[in-house]
């Protein structure tokens, strides 16, 4: 089980986004992940009339590291760190370090 997840709200903690905050929108692989309007770079293209892509300057997210990232607790409006821990039923699901709450439902 991974600690984030696609669909996951997070928070940059360091490097020149630092504060942003968005949405997780693919695992890239074990330790990276691309946000939603984060890490955004320029990207030169060169057109391919086969395919129908103009060419031209493109804004593009780039991958970024899962250390540099934190899980968005709206309870305390800040990133948070995140565990583990197994209910009641048996299902493992994520919490909160800070609060104990619960992330997945």
């Given at each position: 089980?991974?600690?984030?997840?696609?669909?996951?709200?997070?928070?940059?903690?360091?490097?020149?986004?630092?504060?942003?905050r968005?949405?997780?929108?693919?695992l890239?692989?074990?330790?990276?992940?691309?946000?939603?309007?984060?890490n955004?770079v320029?990207?030169?293209t060169k057109?391919?009339?086969?395919?129908?892509?103009?060419?031209?300057?493109?804004?593009?997210?780039m991958?970024?590291?899962?250390?540099n990232?934190?899980?968005?607790?709206?309870?305390?409006?800040?990133?948070?760190?995140?565990?583990?821990?197994?209910?009641?039923?048996?299902?493992?699901?994520?919490?909160?370090?800070?609060?104990?709450?619960?992330?997945?439902?």
């Amino acid at each position: 089980m991974r600690k984030i997840r696609k669909g996951d709200e997070v928070v940059v903690i360091t490097g020149k986004d630092k504060g942003k905050r968005g949405t997780v929108i693919r695992l890239h692989d074990d330790r990276h992940v691309v946000v939603e309007n984060v890490n955004m770079v320029k990207r030169h293209t060169k057109a391919n009339p086969n395919r129908g892509e103009p060419g031209g300057i493109l804004d593009k997210e780039m991958p970024l590291e899962v250390s540099n990232i934190q899980l968005y607790n709206p309870v305390t409006g800040k990133g948070d760190r995140v565990g583990f821990k197994i209910l009641e039923d048996g299902r493992k699901v994520r919490i909160f370090k800070s609060n104990g709450e619960v992330v997945d439902i």
